[in-house]
């Protein structure tokens, strides 16, 4: 089985900056990605940024620019930087990861910006 904890979520004002940390236990096996969705009030979850082990990295538009997406794979630990945040980047952040066709999700992590 895996584990993703969140951690880092807040209240922040508009322009601010959040650091998004997940930390992933269990099995976990190499060939994986990780990733970081976002659902916000009455949307569907969405895709944020997503990284292979190897660094392969992927990003919504909306945060390009904006997000940055890393990990350390000794730790199986994977970070969002979060600059310049908006009203419009509220929602539940919640980790991800998929490994060997299996895809595993944190519990979530709330982010709300003022404005």
């Known amino acids: 089985q895996v584990q993703l904890v969140e951690s880092g979520g807040g209240l922040v004002q508009a322009g601010g900056s959040l650091r998004l940390s997940c930390a992933a236990s269990g099995s976990i096996f190499g060939g994986n990605t990780m990733a970081w969705y976002r659902q916000p009030p009455g949307n569907q979850r969405e895709l944020v940024a997503s990284?292979?082990?190897?660094?392969?990295?992927n990003y919504a538009d909306s945060v390009k620019g904006r997000f940055t997406i890393s990990r350390d794979n000794a730790k199986n630990t994977v970070y969002l930087q979060m600059n310049s945040l908006k009203p419009e980047d509220a929602a539940v952040y919640y980790c991800y990861l998929r490994q060997s066709g299996r895809r595993y999700w944190g519990q979530g992590t709330q982010v709300t910006v003022s404005s």
């Open positions: 990284i292979t082990d190897g660094g392969t990295t």
